[in-house]
């Protein structure tokens, strides 16, 4: 595959557990990350707000060179995202059809839980998307499952939402492993846990760097589910789409593959303070981060 330029954004630090799996699954892969820190949270923003931010991200991700925009924010991909793909040519991925497919394949019950911002759980885009991957052929890996589907049954559904709104301020802080977050973590889950899920959807970016937390409380038996997973996937079909149409185009030209473009691996953008970006992201991932800029929207 080629050196694809991939532009990422979410609120914070959330969608760095996206670009973690990006860049394992994908080495080659280099991502210009915005974290849109100045305006976090986006929990609780309108449909019209994500649309005008998530318009001048992408704007800003596409001038940097990103030939792909990955969505690593459910709040946004769960309102904003179909305006969006209507707006721009550029290919982008979300998190929710992901997310649901995943959930749908994994499920060993059928009884599905998901864990999100106040805006994602209002918007239903996740039980919406869990009916449409089962119409669209997804089916459970779970035998079981599969033949109650096939019989007309409907097997899979999501049978609790719960908000958690303290959980991104939790993680913005650099508290994610803290007893504070603990003791909200329990508050969040108990509903879940009675309503017996067995697994649970991680419906916004910031959740799994609260996994060992998360895990604490549901036990071993009940699944995380990282949408980031199955996003991966879609993306490697994306780029390799985008090879294929580069090919061609070079091919008609003459030209050669443009190998020789000069080596980095991550740029980092945020519209707050670099430095606490930096800082918070350093105790999350475990590379480094350096270099973060500041893009200041009132500069342009
Ligand atoms: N990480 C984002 C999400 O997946 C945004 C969370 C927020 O800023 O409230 O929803």
Same mark, same amino acid.
């Given at each position: 595959m080629a050196r694809h330029i991939i532009g990422m954004f979410d609120s914070g630090v959330g969608g760095l557990t996206v670009m973690k799996r990006v860049l394992a699954a994908i080495p080659e892969a280099? /991502? /210009?990350? =915005? #974290?849109? !820190?100045? +305006?976090? *949270?986006?929990?609780?923003r309108s449909k019209e707000e994500l649309i005008r931010l998530g318009e001048e991200i992408i704007t800003f991700l596409i001038? &940097? @060179?990103?030939?792909?925009? $990955?969505?690593a924010c459910n709040t946004s991909s769960a309102l904003s995202l179909p305006t969006l793909q209507e707006r =721009? !040519?550029?290919?982008?991925? #979300? !998190?929710?059809d992901q997310g649901a497919g995943l959930a749908v394949q994994l499920t060993r019950e059928g009884r599905i839980g998901l864990i999100a911002t106040e805006g994602t759980v209002r918007s239903k885009a996740y039980s919406l998307a869990i009916s449409q991957a089962l119409s669209r052929g997804i089916l459970p890996e779970n035998e079981r499952l599969r033949r109650s589907w096939q019989q007309g049954e409907q097997p899979v559904s999501l049978v609790r939402a719960q908000a958690c709104p303290l959980f991104v301020p939790i993680v913005e802080a650099g508290l994610a492993n803290s007893g504070e977050a603990r003791v909200i973590a329990k508050f969040y889950l108990a509903p879940l846990l009675e309503a017996k899920v067995d697994s649970v959807i991680l419906g916004c970016t910031?959740? *799994?760097f609260l996994s060992a937390v998360l895990r604490e409380i549901l036990g071993e038996d009940v699944r995380l589910v990282d949408p980031a997973e199955a996003m991966v996937q879609e993306l490697q079909k994306v780029l390799l789409a985008l090879d294929s149409a580069a090919l061609k185009q070079r091919e008609s030209k003459g030209e050669d593959s443009g190998g +020789? +473009?000069?080596?980095w +691996? $991550?740029?980092y953008y945020v519209s707050g303070n670099p430095e606490l970006f930096a800082q918070v992201g350093n105790t999350l991932l475990d590379?480094?981060? !350096? @270099?973060v800029h500041q893009h200041d929207w009132?500069? &342009?």
């Open positions: 280099r /991502v /210009v990350y =915005f #974290g849109d !820190t100045a +305006r976090v *949270p986006y929990g609780n001038g &940097q @060179g990103a030939e792909a925009i $990955v969505m =721009f !040519t550029i290919p982008i991925i #979300g !998190t929710i910031h959740y *799994p +020789r +473009r000069k080596d +691996r $991550v740029r590379e480094p981060i !350096t @270099g009132c500069e &342009q």
